[in-house]
């Protein structure tokens, strides 16, 4: 079963080929085109295109390795003038590349499925939590219409984050280790939950025994394992920004791995809660101006009618700088770590530390892409067939989470494509998860079901009565701005469910023992 689910999930993956795609298929052609081109010391020099080559070298060899199969269906497409170049052929090549790479996605969930502890035996497949994990993994609404689609490379490199799970999962440390250090030189956005992996390993690998009481026994430290860990993170670092350290062009990388210049939203405003914290600075502007608490000449115009704008420059509440949003993001993460540390659970405590420090970035991050979600919606798949409470959240997180990318397929033929699929796939969790459950109470309360309930009227307003209205040509960004605020509302509540859960699951533990 698990490879007819691959497979049909490849062929509807082949389907997509013709669709829409967004910029970031010419920013990967152009990734191509410079890493084929250009010399080593120039790939992080080059600005031709707007769209230059801003993730970790490992991701810059990978497309140099693409571009040398890349030649045979298209050389046009490997020459950087070539700006927003698209044949047939390189259309057909750069899709067929994702699907391909999608391989290593199928291994890891395949991985994934082994990890599973098979407590609850069913007589019918589709009731196995391994199918179900599988299902939920490999037809990921999310995953399916920002790789296929908008055109990104996620899947092998979620893949790679999964098998890592699964390795440390299997007490494969060493393997799990090494396979994420290798993903953070892939693409530097999984340092947001590299602190679920350091404090992981640290208790579980370096210290190799525990008290009684389950707490460390800190005799039991191995400096061995320590060396053993330090040595493939420097392996692996060594490997990847090596050359550059030599060539003296580190800083020139790591600026334009990290760039604070861009503002604190992006251009569609991420469903976090810099969302909630600009509409509300939005809605005290407006109250402000009816009241005359406010100089209407001293407010500059963009920030009322321009809409989501990536420069958001606050009216009344403080403009937030990158500072601040850091000490936001290490505050957030900080318990979920501390309980890792201190009250262990094995893998199943990793998971929840690791989704969490997802959501926290997601949550207070600078600059944070709406996709970043999909970080902690997939490995909450692994907790959501564990227990209830974690099927009931995982169930908001990804409803609210997988609607809020909507707005990335904007064009009328992919409508009718991003309803069905998220319709399909939400039908799918829903019954698959309540029938794994169903001696336990409801997933959902009436509340929560009502407010996922009302994302259908949402996206009625949105795609079919807000453009036959008047305001369509004065507030286009309505639509964005409604989606993005009421989708934060959802993944707010999710992460603070997570957190109730997780910390007084843990407390309820202590006293049980």
Not at 144 to 166: T, W
Not at 213 to 218: A, F, H
């Amino acid at each position: 079963w698990f490879r007819a689910l691959a497979l049909g999930v490849s062929f509807l993956k082949c389907l997509l080929i013709p669709a829409y795609y967004s910029t970031d298929f010419e920013v990967h052609r152009n990734w191509l085109a410079i890493t084929h081109n250009l010399p080593l010391s120039q790939w992080y020099y080059e600005a031709t295109s707007e769209w230059t080559l801003d993730y970790p070298p490992f991701f810059a060899w990978f497309e140099y390795v693409l571009s040398h199969i890349a030649k045979y269906f298209d050389p046009q497409m490997l020459v950087v003038e070539n700006l927003n170049y698209t044949s047939r052929a390189t259309i057909f090549f750069q899709r067929l590349s994702v699907i391909f790479t999608d391989t290593l996605f199928i291994y890891a969930v395949h991985e994934c499925c082994r990890c599973i502890n098979g407590k609850r035996a069913a007589k019918d497949i589709l009731e196995k939590p391994t199918f179900i994990l599988a299902v939920l993994l490999l037809w990921n609404f999310g995953l399916l219409i920002v790789d296929h689609i908008h055109f990104q490379y996620n899947g092998f490199l979620f893949g790679l984050m999964l098998l890592s799970v699964a390795r440390l999962c299997q007490k494969r440390y060493l393997e799990g280790a090494f396979l994420f250090a290798v993903l953070l030189h892939f693409k530097h956005i999984y340092v947001y939950v590299a602190p679920a992996y350091g404090i992981y390993l640290l208790r579980s690998y370096c210290f190799t025994a525990n008290n009684a009481d389950g707490s460390l026994k800190w005799r039991s430290f191995s400096f061995l394992h320590v060396t053993l860990l330090g040595l493939i993170v420097c392996l692996v670092s060594a490997l990847s920004l090596g050359p550059f350290l030599v060539l003296g062009q580190l800083p020139q990388v790591i600026s334009r791995l990290f760039p604070f210049k861009r503002g604190l939203c992006h251009a569609y405003w991420a469903p976090n809660f810099w969302a909630l914290y600009n509409a509300m600075d939005k809605a005290l502007t407006i109250l402000g101006l009816k009241c005359n608490f406010l100089d209407g000449t001293k407010i500059p115009k963009a920030s009322m009618t321009g809409g989501l704008v990536q420069e958001f420059q606050h009216t009344v509440l403080p403009s937030v700088t990158p500072l601040a949003t850091l000490i936001c993001t290490f505050i957030a993460i900080l318990p979920s770590v501390f309980c890792l540390w201190f009250k262990p659970q094995g893998p199943r405590g990793f998971l929840q530390c690791l989704v969490l420090c997802a959501l926290s970035s997601f949550m207070f991050g600078w600059h944070v892409h709406e996709k970043a979600i999909l970080l902690a919606i997939l490995p909450l798949s692994l907790l959501s067939i564990q227990k209830a409470k974690d099927a009931g959240i995982y169930l908001i997180l990804a409803t609210t989470g997988h609607f809020s990318l909507f707005p990335l397929l904007f064009t009328t033929p992919e409508l009718p494509i991003k309803i069905l699929l998220m319709l399909l796939f939400t039908v799918y969790s829903f019954s698959s998860l309540k029938s794994l459950f169903r001696r336990e109470k409801p997933l959902l309360n009436w509340l929560e079901t009502i407010y996922l309930i009302q994302l259908v009227p949402l996206e009625i307003f949105c795609e079919i009565i807000f453009p036959l209205t008047p305001w369509k040509r004065h507030f286009p960004f309505v639509p964005l701005l409604l989606i993005s605020v009421y989708c934060a509302l959802g993944i707010t509540y999710a992460w603070l469910k997570l957190y109730i859960s997780v910390l007084t699951e843990r407390t309820v533990r202590q006293k049980a023992e």
